[in-house]
Nanobody
Framework: QVQPVESGGGSVQAGGSLRLSCAAP???????GSWWYRQAAGKQREWVSSISLDGNTAYAGSVKGRFTISKDKAKDMIYLQMNNLKPEDTATYSCQRRTGYLCAENYWGQGTQVTVSS
């Protein structure tokens, strides 16, 4: 199974926390890294965070300091810990794998909904 599977979404109040998971065989060994994106209703999909093969992380400015991406090689899981959630974080969150030559083959999960109420 190449396509990742996300889980962990839900509804929380502002200030709350959620941890999203992304599972796929071998995902933590992808040389192109692993990526989280989100898409709010009526808006374009935006990059949220990514983690490289050697564990380097990057975050969008809007989530930096609140979200933490990590991976568990033993479980082949990518996590996105989301703290101090805000209503503007409401979106469908999707995990992306990039494989193949020049990382040109992209595989998306089905997404998991995160809803933050004020």
């Amino acid at each position: 199974q190449v396509q990742p599977v996300e889980s962990g979404g839900g509804s929380v109040q502002a200030g709350g926390s959620l941890r999203l998971s992304c599972a796929a065989p071998g995902i933590t060994s992808d040389t192109c890294g692993s990526w989280w994106y989100r898409q709010a209703a009526g808006k374009q999909r935006e990059w949220v965070s990514s983690i490289s093969l050697d564990g380097n992380t990057a975050y969008a400015g809007s989530v930096k300091g609140r979200f933490t991406i990590s991976k568990d090689k033993a479980k082949d899981m990518i996590y996105l810990q989301m703290n101090n959630l805000k209503p503007e974080d409401t979106a469908t969150y999707s995990c992306q794998r990039r494989t193949g030559y020049l990382c040109a083959e992209n595989y998306w999960g089905q997404g998991t909904q995160v809803t933050v109420s004020s």
